[in-house]
């Protein structure tokens, strides 16, 4: 049967950007080239510029396909969470652990954030705007409830969220160091789930003034 040719550039475009993606949170918009995309997505390099007319237009597709990821698995995880919406505190423990099951589930998120967050300039401001902005806006609310509630202490809210993201995130963006330091691998799910367990014990614990 044929294949319409519609749908045969949807799939090269997608097959494009998911190898982009891949690369980008490895290596970064800066280095990776067209040409390496295109070699591991098994095309020619024209193919690549036949989608996407330059590495910016791409990089953008493959943040785009990001947040999808990243929409769904929030859909995922709010659905296991029961109604908690009368306790700020409890909904802030909620979104802290629904972040280690993302960061499991949607590997390339933090990895974008570490690398963008350190290089910064327009990349990094595109992608707070069109991935990251609602999400840190609504932990940062739950956060200041908290504190106005006095149900924890009274540091920086933004303070609290970037220890309580960096904490979260690193983990599992150096997954390859902690396998071979301690011979764990932080992607699987005894293991996540035994870490996300320390991390909630010990840093909400911590900011808890009951």
């Not at 990895?111 to 350190?118: D, H, N, P, T, V």
């Not at 609504?138 to 303070?159: A, D, F, N, V, W």
């Not at 390859?176 to 614990?205: C, G, H, Q, T």
Request: one cysteine or more; glycine letters at 6%; a negative charge.
């Amino acid at each position: 049967m044929n294949v319409p040719a519609k749908i045969k550039k949807d799939i090269a475009s997608q097959r494009i950007v998911d190898v982009a993606l891949d690369l980008f949170a490895t290596h970064g918009c800066g280095g990776v080239s067209t040409t390496r995309i295109a070699k591991a997505a098994g095309i020619s390099q024209p193919s690549i510029h036949y989608h996407y007319s330059t590495k910016e237009a791409l990089w953008k597709a493959a943040v785009d396909e990001l947040r999808r990821r990243v929409d769904v698995e929030t859909e995922a995880i709010a659905r296991e969470v029961p109604d908690i919406d009368q306790d700020p505190f409890i909904q802030l423990k909620a979104s802290y652990l629904g972040l280690h099951q993302m960061c499991v589930d949607v590997p390339e998120l933090g990895k974008i954030i570490f690398l963008e967050g350190q290089a910064g300039g327009a990349r990094l401001d595109w992608l707070m705007q069109h991935v990251f902005a609602d999400r840190y806006e609504q932990m940062l609310s739950q956060i200041i409830q908290c504190i106005e509630m006095g149900t924890i202490k009274k540091y920086r809210p933004h303070q609290i969220l970037m220890i309580l993201h960096g904490a979260a995130v690193t983990y599992y963006n150096i997954a390859p160091m902690v396998r071979s330091a301690f011979d764990r691998d932080p992607l699987k799910e005894e293991n996540w789930r035994e870490y996300a367990e320390a991390y909630m014990d010990i840093m909400f614990d911590g900011l808890a003034t009951r």
